[in-house]
């Protein structure tokens, strides 16, 4: 049969987490199908209400769609009399999937555990079982499907049959399987995630993994330790554990904490998530907005090309991160871009201090701490993009708004989360003319995490696209490949987690940053000298300076929630028991102060400059953390006011 021309799932894989959809047999049960009833022979009797389920997971934006044939093989067919329909049904699955899925969405065979117990089953029933394994892959394989996904074993011995036969039957066809774990986090028999995932790649499963059972804390604990399996992973837990409300099971875990775990699951490093039982099309809306985060931007083959001078017509850049060469196009040296540029080029001990928007119209505030940090010698000020999903006063209009006011210049953060692609090429050309110069660029904190957890984010790109998205103006070309007038000139800095859980996940992708055009790295605070001191001997080879991230503690509160809540931050325990001692209040602060003094000094002579994020805008605290780099830098004097918007601040160093 004719196959839609979908990218190789695992090459996709290999570079972009993928979206699985949720529940079939949960939402037929809430459109009154009772379990008594095979749900797999609804494929025949009701396909248009099967297909009604794939349409709305696919229009909640998942990637991978299961066709119903979960129980459809011969053994759990035949009890229910349909043990002779088993061709029939899974033929008509695969057909349901792939019409609602067109060339949106790959289709998995979903293929189920036949109930015979293998670790005690008599050796004519576990013939009976491979047989009746055998049959249903073969069926599903030739049916058309991208990729065989096993699931919800509970018996290791029978999964790695399973893996064995279908490596057998269909060769060619990637294989996902994936156990059932219990809250304490084992398998049957007590085996470990770490024991189950080896034997299961060691069986030829392309990739590992957990579903059902648990919810999705339990299970991210689960795909953690499976990661060192050599193996992509998946993970697709139940909506928390079920309750009965007037004879009917109903699963309890709202959307939102889905989206907030799939984004922790693929920050992990784990590349397929998902739901299972009581799982709807809104939760996996809300893990959508946590896989194009990552950069899952689709499995259709389609790239972006830019077409400038030195790119080859018809040569294909990816999507997520669109890239040119320095050389093309007139680029503006660093050091006459902007002040923070000049410092770098020249070795420049480099300081800034992040600030917030305003929560509302008025920047009297904003502006009056940024006058003290220039009464200091601070001349550089950082302004993010409604971190943490905040809604506040737009950077772009608060930058331009001190730089005029101040002349302090404004380093511009610039995510992904909330323009389209057009939105952003329209967002960087206005703020170069408004006089912006520095751009930190980041994929951005999802909705999820905010006062709005309704809004939708956009993720058509994430920082590596939107590096590559700048680096193109800077040469005088719209990432379309046309020449635009004028061009320009952005000092492109980046984030990264020295302490990120996936280490070397963070460093390929800091690769992949540089390479897209990034100048500069500005790291998440780090607290222990010895996992930035690594970092930095990571990164020597890339050639690429680095600002070393510092967040004064503002309490033992505060302390605990970074080191517990905020991934990539690791505070070491001296710090917080140290805070523990002086709890909240002034004394606290001081202590917090006095940790990020120590911190920055065991690392000042490594990095190319500091940048302080103060918390609750204390730009005192800043300053004061400073004094220990008072033989490293140089206070700046008091700007000058610039003139009309589109001059560019002053390069001196």
């Known amino acids: 049969m004719s196959r839609p021309r979908l990218s190789p799932f695992l090459e996709v894989l290999e570079h972009s987490p993928l979206l699985f959809d949720g529940a079939m047999g949960s939402l037929l049960y809430d459109r009154g199908v009772f379990h008594t009833r095979s749900y797999d022979e609804l494929n025949l009797s009701q396909p248009s209400l099967i297909r009604a389920v794939h349409r709305e997971y696919l229009e909640a934006g998942a990637q991978i769609l299961e066709t119903n044939t979960f129980g459809a093989n011969r053994i759990t067919l035949a009890r229910h009399g349909h043990a002779e329909r088993v061709a029939e049904i899974n033929r008509a699955a695969v057909a349901l999937a792939r019409k609602e899925a067109d060339d949106r969405a790959y289709i998995a065979g979903a293929i189920g555990p036949t109930g015979v117990r293998f670790a005690i089953a008599a050796a004519s029933d576990r013939r009976r079982a491979r047989e009746a394994l055998a049959e249903q892959i073969a069926i599903l394989a030739e049916a058309g499907v991208d990729l065989l996904v096993l699931e919800t074993f509970t018996a290791i011995l029978e999964m790695e049959t399973a893996i064995e036969i279908a490596r057998e039957v269909a060769p060619t066809l990637p294989v996902v399987a994936q156990m059932v774990f219990d809250a304490e986090g084992q398998c049957e028999g007590c085996l470990s995630p770490e024991e189950v995932a080896r034997r299961l790649r060691e069986a030829g499963a392309d990739v590992v993994g957990a579903n059902c059972g648990v919810g999705p804390a339990e299970l991210y604990a689960v795909g953690t330790k499976m990661l060192d399996a050599g193996a992509p992973v998946a993970i697709q837990p139940n909506a928390g554990f079920p309750s009965i409300v007037d004879s009917r099971t109903i699963y309890v875990a709202n959307p939102e904490h889905f989206g907030v775990f799939a984004r922790r699951m693929l920050k992990s490093g784990i590349r397929l998530v998902g739901g299972c039982c009581g799982t709807t099309p809104a939760h996996v809306r809300t893990m959508l907005g946590a896989v194009r985060m990552h950069g899952g931007t689709g499995v259709e083959k389609r790239a972006l090309a830019l077409a400038v001078p030195g790119i080859e017509p018809g040569e294909e850049i990816q999507r997520r991160a669109p890239t040119v060469q320095p050389e093309v196009g007139p680029v503006v040296p660093l050091a006459e871009r902007s002040r923070l540029g000049a410092r770098i080029a020249s070795g420049t001990f480099a300081v800034s201090v992040e600030l917030t928007s305003p929560p509302g119209t008025n920047a009297d505030a904003l502006l009056g701490r940024i006058r003290t940090l220039l009464e200091a010698g601070v001349d550089i000020v950082n302004i993010a993009d409604g971190p943490r999903a905040s809604a506040r006063m737009g950077n772009l209009a608060a930058c331009a708004t001190a730089l005029m006011s101040t002349g302090v210049e404004p380093i511009l953060h610039v995510c992904a989360r909330d323009r389209n692609f057009l939105g952003l090429v329209a967002h960087l050309l206005g703020a170069h003319a408004l006089g912006m110069r520095d751009l930190v660029m980041i ?127 690791q505070i070491p325990e001296a710090y917080r028991e140290r805070m523990a001692k002086v709890g909240s209040g002034p004394e606290a602060r001081a202590e917090g102060v006095r940790i990020a003094q120590e911190a920055l000094a065991a690392v000042k002579d490594r990095v190319a400059g500091v940048y302080i994020m103060p918390p609750f805008n204390r730009v005192e605290a800043a300053v004061s953390v400073l004094e220990v780099v008072r033989d490293r830098w140089q206070p700046a004097p008091m700007p000058a006011l610039p003139g009309l918007p589109g001059s560019a601040p002053s390069s001196e160093s």
């Open 443 to 569: 994929t951005g904190d999802p909705p999820k995490m905010g006062d709005y957890p309704f809004a939708t984010p956009v993720y058509d790109v994430d920082s590596i696209g939107l590096l590559g998205m700048a680096a193109a103006l800077n040469c005088g070309f719209d990432p379309a490949g046309k020449e635009i007038d004028g061009h320009t000139s952005f000092v492109l800095a980046t984030g990264a987690e020295p302490a990120a859980s996936d280490y070397e996940r963070e460093l390929r992708r800091l690769e992949q940053k540089r390479a897209a055009g990034a100048e500069l790295v500005m790291t998440q605070p780090v607290y222990d000298p010895r996992v930035l001191e690594r970092f930095l001997d990571d990164v020597s080879e890339m050639d690429i300076p680095v600002m070393v991230g510092v967040l004064p503690l503002a309490s033992h509160r505060n302390a605990e929630f970074l080191h517990n809540e905020v991934p990539g931050m």
